[in-house]
Each structure stands twice: as structure tokens, then as C-alpha cells.
């Protein structure tokens, strides 16, 4: 066992006395941990309580699963709103990426600190980062005090392979997101920081109403910006439906 993993014992102690509260974004990491803090919360007959941000940038059909699962599973949900429009600030600003991630603070963080401390009551926070995920987070401990919120937060699935994930999600026959079976991701913030062309592309084809809003975004900004760097170089999404529609016209030939 790692130095730093906490038990389920040591879990299970600690939410005899505060609600625990999952963030679930309607990935797999999340439902995993949604389900297991639900079954150790049941072991000492403890409400669970699922916390959803709605960051304005998600992808349609998560939230509705997102209340689909904790219907299924019996936890209470609570789906938080920020209060930047992500479309607003965008054309104000520019786009996120990956070294100016403002679409985390203003649509994750800060929602989620603002509710977290209006609550009054003992509470724990649990997430579903894992080690695995990126060598980033090798380096980061499974648990945590948030001065800002005055509550404590664990990762409890920290140290879990992807394949113990998948085994853990297949043993109790969890619904996996129809938006993760997809495009690989939650779907809960589409903001573009981290997406490559091909993520684009399956956006694209997959969810096409959405993909032009964001066509359209970058036509409303006027300046050079986009969501899309293609080989070190700035690419327009609309280039991505040239392309598409190109291999299109090959195919018919």
C-alpha cells in the first residue's frame, strides 16, 4: 500500500461524521468514485450526495445522464451554475488553452467554492483524479485540507489502474456515459484548453450544432484567435469543415 493511500476503513470512519460530497462530471473516474463512496456511505447508513457543475459549455445529454445515475444509484444531486457565461467571456477575452485555463476557475472553481462554503454543515469532498492520468499528478498527495471552503477532500480511487477502473464499472454493470463511449471525455466543458484536431473532428461529426457554435464564436472574435493550434499554427475550425468536406467529395468519387 502507498504511503499516502487512506483505507476504506479510515473512508468510512471519517464519513460517519461529515456528508460526503462526490463531484461527478459524468466521466468514468468519477462514476467509479460516485459508486464507491456510495457503497461505504451505505455501510454506516450515511446519505451520499453527488455535486455536478454545469460549466454552460456542455455537451448535450450529460446532465441528463448525469440524473439518470444518481437516480439509479439513490444519491441526492445538486447541479451548480456559474455565474460566467462561458459564450460572454469568450468573445470578450479570447478562448481558453492550455497556458491561459481561465474556463476552470471561472466555470469550475469558483462555483464550486461558492457553494462549498455556504454549507455549514461537516463535509468531506471526494474527487476522481487518478495517479494514472497525467505524470503531473504523480507528484500530488490523495488528500487535502481547502482553507478557502475549511473542508477536507480525497481522491479515493488515486491510485487505480485504468484497468481496475474498468473492472470496478463492469462488475456493477454502471452506465457509461453515451457522450464518454464517444469522444473519450465527460462532455461537461467543451472549452477547447486541451482538445486536438482530432478531438475536434469527432466534435465535428458527432455533435455538429454544437461544433458551428463554436465556429461561430471564433468568426464573432475577429482577431486572429482560435481553439485550434495545428502544428504550432493557429487553425480555424472552419478549416477543419473544408477538410471534411474534401475527404467527403473523395469518397464519393
Known amino acids: 500500500m502507498m504511503r499516502d493511500e487512506i ?15 462526490v463531484l461527478f462530471s459524468g466521466g468514468k473516474d468519477s462514476l467509479a468514485t460516485l459508486s464507491y463512496v ?13 455535486l455536478h457543475v454545469w460549466t454552460g459549455v456542455t455537451l448535450p445529454g450529460v446532465e441528463d ?44 472553481v ?19 483524479r487518478r495517479k494514472a492520468e497525467w505524470t503531473r499528478r504523480k507528484k500530488t498527495r490523495n ?55 482530432r478531438s475536434f473532428m469527432k466534435l465535428r461529426a458527432n455533435y455538429p450544432e454544437f461544433f458551428e457554435r463554436l465556429v461561430q464564436l471564433e468568426a464573432e472574435r475577429r482577431v486572429g484567435y482560435t481553439f485550434l493550434f495545428d502544428g504550432n499554427k493557429r487553425t480555424p475550425l472552419r478549416e477543419l469543415k473544408k477538410q471534411r468536406t474534401l475527404m467527403e467529395g473523395k469518397q464519393n468519387e
Not at 470496478?168 to 465527460?186: A, G, K, Q, T
Request: proline share 5%; aromatic share 14%.
Open 7 to 21: 483505507t476504506t476503513d479510515r473512508i468510512s470512519d471519517i464519513i460517519q461524521h461529515k456528508q460526503p460530497i
Open 110 to 128: 469558483e462555483p464550486l467554492k461558492d457553494y462549498l462554503r455556504a454549507c455549514r454543515e461537516p463535509k468531506i469532498i471526494f474527487d476522481g
Open 65 to 108: 445522464y448525469i440524473r439518470r445515475v444518481c437516480r439509479q444509484l439513490r444519491v441526492g444531486l445538486v447541479v451548480i451554475r456559474p455565474k460566467t457565461d462561458f459564450w460572454e467571456f469568450a468573445r470578450d477575452v479570447g478562448f481558453p488553452s492550455r497556458t491561459w485555463r481561465w474556463c476552470c476557475r471561472q466555470l469550475k
Open 38 to 50: 456510495k457503497e461505504l456511505a451505505d455501510e454506516v447508513d450515511v446519505d451520499t450526495l453527488a
Open 143 to 197: 488528500y487535502g485540507w481547502d482553507r478557502v471552503t475549511r473542508c477536507w477532500w480525497i481522491s479515493p480511487i488515486f491510485f487505480w489502474s485504468d484497468s481496475r477502473v474498468q473492472a470496478y464499472l463492469m462488475e456493477r454493470d454502471l452506465p457509461i456515459s453515451p457522450v464518454y463511449r464517444v469522444l473519450n471525455c465527460s462532455g461537461e466543458c467543451i472549452c477547447g484548453a486541451f482538445a486536438h484536431k
